[in-house]
């Protein structure tokens, strides 16, 4: 099959991390697979993407995520493809709307459990229809899937839409091993000297609090430190309130990496803070490297995390702290919870999704043959 990966850009995030891991593994499958990105700005993930996969194209539609003449350009580029699969809002709806254009194969991605959209009413139709051009929706994780289904049921039957069956759930997984085996940053990039590391991989968007583990360092002694990993646009107001709490001097802002397993090694601790996700990537990532993962209990994060890792009340930065804390002064309850996290990162090996997508793929292509 020829198969095209459509999504917004390649900076740091679960899904487009999603999309970097699933290339060389479709390809190995003998599958002939592209990506397409709206926004085409150059990322340590899009120099990856090329590095590990020669031969790979990469449309570049512009920059920005909403220009409409991107309809006509991806019209174009999906006639040669027998799946076009997308990821994140804007690629959802402008490919539903270059399929009026060209006849192929859809399939789209739910990566979380909710977003702004879903509060408009008005929007309620447009997404009613937009779903309706797909083949088949894949969620992220169960909760995902509930909270779509919920949604489809509730908003979209009032506007006279028939519920959507073509749903199913395929976890979210990664190479488990590779992280686990990752080697430390050098000495001299961690520049540790005996502090106490949380690091959080997460954009800054407003899905992610960053804002609380940056709270929570009020309440811890000066070796705790925080790192965070990532871009976008509350960078500043995170970074602002490190400075207002007097503890900007323990923050540490990486920005965009392309050695993050190597940056999780080198911390004590993996913590995720959100206020809600699909099945956060960077959640299997942090219970893969053989450290305690500490997250908010929230959807998407308490589906993986609950009864393996540690869980504190969304927002409570108190909580947090006393968590963290526990796991710096008691040796054996570290080790205890770093073993759990791990087993139960095994349990979402990326082997086991890339098998699910095939088999979807495979099923969109016989139906379009034979209907």
Request: aromatic fraction near 10%.
């Given at each position: 099959?020829?198969?095209?990966?459509?999504i917004?850009?390649?900076?740091?995030?679960g899904?487009?991390v999603?999309?970097?891991n699933?290339?060389?593994?479709f390809?190995a499958?003998?599958?002939?697979?592209?990506?397409?990105?709206f926004?085409g700005r150059?990322?340590?993930?899009?120099?990856?993407?090329?590095?590990?996969?020669?031969?790979?194209?990469?449309?570049k539609?512009?920059?920005?995520?909403?220009?409409p003449?991107?309809?006509?350009?991806?019209?174009?580029?999906?006639?040669?493809?027998?799946?076009?699969?997308?990821?994140?809002?804007?690629?959802q709806?402008?490919?539903?709307?270059?399929?009026?254009?060209?006849?192929v194969g859809?399939c789209?991605?739910?990566?979380?459990?909710?977003?702004?959209?879903?509060?408009?009413?008005?929007?309620?139709?447009?997404?009613s229809?937009?779903?309706?051009r797909?083949?088949?929706?894949?969620?992220?994780s169960?909760?995902a899937?509930e909270?779509?289904?919920?949604?489809m049921?509730?908003a979209?039957?009032?506007?006279?839409?028939?519920?959507?069956?073509k749903i199913?759930?395929?976890?979210?997984g990664?190479d488990?091993?590779a992280l686990?085996?990752a080697?430390?940053?050098?000495d001299?990039?961690?520049?540790?000297e005996?502090?106490?590391?949380c690091?959080m991989v997460?954009g800054?968007?407003?899905?992610?609090?960053?804002?609380?583990?940056?709270?929570?360092?009020?309440?811890?002694p000066?070796?705790f430190?925080?790192w965070l990993v990532?871009?976008?646009?509350?960078?500043d107001?995170?970074?602002?309130?490190?400075q207002?709490?007097?503890?900007?001097?323990?923050v540490r802002f990486?920005?965009m990496?392309s050695?993050?397993?190597?940056?999780?090694?080198?911390?004590?601790?993996?913590?995720?803070?959100s206020h809600?996700?699909g099945?956060?990537?960077s959640?299997?990532?942090g219970?893969?490297?053989?450290?305690?993962?500490?997250?908010s209990?929230?959807n998407g994060?308490r589906?993986?995390?609950k009864?393996?890792?540690?869980?504190?009340?969304?927002?409570?930065?108190?909580e947090l702290?006393?968590?963290?804390m526990?796991l710096?002064n008691?040796?054996?309850?570290?080790?205890?919870?770093?073993?759990?996290?791990?087993e139960?990162a095994?349990?979402?090996?990326?082997?086991?999704?890339?098998?699910?997508?095939d088999?979807?793929?495979?099923?969109?292509?016989?139906?379009?043959?034979?209907?």
């Open positions: 099959m020829r198969i095209l990966q459509v917004t850009s390649l900076e740091t995030g899904a487009e999603l999309v970097v699933l290339v060389p593994r390809r499958l003998g599958h002939e697979v592209d990506v397409c990105v926004d150059r990322t340590p993930l899009m120099d990856r993407l090329e590095q590990e996969n020669p031969g790979v194209r990469i449309y539609l512009g920059h920005g995520y909403y220009n003449f991107y309809i006509l350009k991806l019209a174009r580029i999906m006639r040669g493809y027998d799946i076009v699969h997308t990821h994140n809002s804007s690629p709806l402008f490919v539903a709307l270059s399929r009026v254009l060209c006849s859809l789209t991605t739910e990566h979380t459990t909710s977003n702004r959209k879903r509060g408009w009413k008005w929007y309620a139709p447009i997404e229809w937009m779903y309706g797909y083949d088949h929706i894949i969620c992220i169960k909760i899937e909270k779509l289904r919920e949604y049921g509730g979209w039957m009032s506007a006279g839409a028939p519920r959507y069956s199913s759930t395929i976890n979210n990664i488990v091993r686990h085996d080697e430390c940053l050098p001299e990039e961690a520049a540790r005996g502090r106490f590391v690091t997460a800054f968007r407003d899905a992610k609090d960053q804002d609380t583990l940056v709270r929570a360092l009020v309440h811890l000066e070796r430190v925080v990532g871009i976008g646009t509350r960078q107001t995170v970074r602002r309130l490190a207002e709490l007097g503890v900007a001097s323990r990486w920005g990496r050695d993050v397993p190597r940056i999780l090694k080198s911390s004590d601790v993996v913590v995720m803070s809600f996700e099945l956060s990537l959640n299997i990532e219970m893969s490297v053989g450290k305690p993962f500490v997250a209990d929230v994060l589906e993986v995390t009864g393996w890792g540690l869980m504190f009340s969304e927002g409570d930065d108190t702290a006393g968590l963290l526990r710096a008691d040796e054996d309850q570290y080790k205890k919870v770093a073993a759990s996290c791990f139960r095994m349990q979402f090996d990326i082997a086991q999704m890339v098998q699910g997508y088999t979807v793929y495979r099923q969109i292509v016989a139906i379009r043959n034979h209907g």
